[in-house]
């Protein structure tokens, strides 16, 4: 018998340990099937105290971890990847929801929530978690929070961070540490909760949070319009922040290929057509008044002259429909093919330009390549992503080497929302200065002097290459 594989069944019960090659499969893989790796158990563990546990057990044999939530993760962090031992960790049975309050406006869940799962929950007492991703009916409440996830909303909401007011996380050593505090102000001392939010597992294991809330939107206005560059698409991105205010929830940007791509590769029709790029404009909002405020804002838009083509949702429906073109841009790229993934920030005014380097270099180096551009423009946010197409393999990682080159030289991020997860760890360690890098490694190493959480991914532990 195996010490260690006998040591977790003892922990776990038959219902928190698979071992069975056939049923480990789906994870260890992700979603993209662009990662997968090899593990020596999946755990599912029911309980804190059993996460605890078999934390416990995997330090005193070695064993590397990997959490894993919904495993739709766009940068293998939850795969395993690289040399050593190691088990995936799944919170998918810790999937409590705590009854939400509404005035005090939060909610305690545990980690292996579905997010779409809980925006329902709190729903309902009138109440919303405005974080908005297409993978939301998938991904949970603990991967929401160790990627810090962005989405469509960020403009007005803010990122995953933002709604974390307390979370349960277990260490490297099994340690649970609670900080649960339903407390919207707290000063005391470190705010300790912010070092897992964003490190993607590799600081320790997010069991429960608790999550702030905002008031549900009573009414929303949604538009797609069409424009003929990116110039008009940021002067109306200025022209709706001045007419809609603290009203706008989204400002999405979408090239003409990317629309055309869900076309194809999913069936849907596109309501508007004529320009290089497609904005998707939406505004909520609790109070009335918004269906005038946002006719107002769009005619100023078309006499702007900037719109060359718009519609207005007339109905919930119709904006559901809208969103729909929006939401199935990453499942109609992952049909064509095999892809790269660039998740990059920059300023605004830097935004044109960058674009068109970047346009430029890629047909020098890989013709048969083409860009499926879109992203959170009022986030200054791109997804530039290449659909590789006859492009040589080998020529993946230089193209990404030059998307990041002109990224720093604009004074940008290499991710903005999806993390580093193992896809982009080498990019980091190449391009963060050195001081930086030692503050995250230095940090690692208090937190996890053996390099057993999540290893390979996100910050490089013990032993591993700097
Ligand atoms: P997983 O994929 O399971 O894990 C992600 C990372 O978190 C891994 O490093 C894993 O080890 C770690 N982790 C998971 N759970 C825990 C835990 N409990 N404790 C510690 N570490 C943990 N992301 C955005 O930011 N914005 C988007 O708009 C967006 N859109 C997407 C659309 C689609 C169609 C898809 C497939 C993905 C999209 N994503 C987006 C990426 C992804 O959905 C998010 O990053 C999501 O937050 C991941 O949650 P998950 O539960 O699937 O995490
Ligand atoms: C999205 O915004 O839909 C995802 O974050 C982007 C992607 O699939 O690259
Ligand atoms: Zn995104």
Redesign the pocket.
């Known amino acids: 018998m195996d010490p260690f594989l006998d040591g977790l069944s003892q922990h776990l019960g038959p219902a928190g340990l698979v071992t069975d090659p056939a049923d480990m499969a789906p994870y260890l893989v992700?979603?993209?099937k662009a990662f997968s790796g090899t593990a020596r158990a999946v755990l599912r563990p029911g309980t804190t105290d059993q996460v605890s546990a078999a934390v416990r057990l995997c330090e005193r044999h070695g064993v590397g971890i990997?959490?894993?939530?919904?495993?739709?993760?766009?940068?293998?962090?939850?795969t395993p990847a690289g040399p050593g031992p190691q088990v995936v960790?799944s919170?998918a049975r810790m999937a409590a929801i705590g009854k939400p309050d509404p005035i005090g406006m939060m909610v305690e869940v545990q980690?292996?929530c579905i997010?779409q799962t809980v925006k329902e929950a709190v729903a309902e007492v009138g109440r919303q978690l405005p974080i908005?991703?297409?993978?939301?009916g998938?991904?949970?409440?603990?991967?929401?929070?160790?990627?810090?996830?962005?989405?469509?909303n960020v403009l007005r909401y803010g990122?995953?961070r933002d709604f974390v007011l307390g979370l349960e996380?277990v260490l490297a050593d099994g340690t649970v540490v609670n900080g649960l505090k339903p407390l919207r102000k707290d000063n005391a001392g470190l705010d300790w909760k912010h070092l897992?939010i964003g490190?993607?597992?590799?600081?320790?294991?997010?069991?429960s949070a608790v999550l702030r809330l905002a008031p549900s939107s009573r009414s929303r206005q949604v538009a797609l319009l069409c424009v003929k560059d990116l110039e008009a698409a940021i002067s109306l991105l200025g022209l709706f922040q001045d007419r809609m205010g603290e009203t706008l929830s989204a400002f999405e940007l979408i090239s003409a290929d990317a629309m055309r791509l869900v076309e194809n590769q999913c069936g849907l029709a596109m309501p508007v057509s004529g320009g290089a790029w497609f904005l998707l404009v939406e505004a909520s909002s609790s109070l009335d008044g918004l269906a005038a405020a946002m006719e107002t804002a769009l005619e100023a838009a078309f006499n702007s002259g900037l719109v060359s083509d718009g519609t207005l949702a007339a109905s919930e429906q119709q904006a559901r429909s809208l969103w729909a073109l929006r939401?199935h841009?990453?499942?109609a790229e992952?049909r064509a093919g095999k892809s790269l993934k660039h998740?990059v920030s920059l300023p605004l005014r830097r935004m044109e330009a960058f674009l068109e380097r970047i346009g430029a270099r890629l047909d020098e180096m890989a013709p048969a390549a083409r860009l499926n551009t879109f992203g959170?423009l009022g986030d200054g946010n791109l997804h530039m992503n290449v659909i590789l197409g006859d492009t040589p393999a080998e020529l993946a990682s230089k193209i990404s080497a030059m998307v990041h080159d002109l990224i720093v030289e604009a004074g940008g991020s290499i991710s903005?929302?999806?993390?580093l997860?193992q896809y982009r760890l080498e990019e980091w360690q190449r391009l963060t200065p050195k001081a930086e890098r030692d503050l995250a490694i230095g940090i690692k190493k208090a937190i996890d002097p053996n390099g057993l959480m999540?290893p390979g991914?996100?910050i490089p532990g013990a032993g591993e290459r700097i």
């Open positions: 992700d979603w993209r990997v959490p894993q939530g919904g495993n739709t993760g766009l940068a293998g962090g939850a960790l919170l980690a292996g997010l908005s991703l297409a993978a939301e998938s991904a949970m409440i603990g991967g929401v929070i160790s990627t810090n996830a962005g989405g469509v990122m995953a996380v897992f490190s993607e597992g590799a600081f320790g294991i997010v069991t939401e841009l990453t499942e992952a998740d959170h903005a929302e999806h993390g997860g999540n991914k996100a």
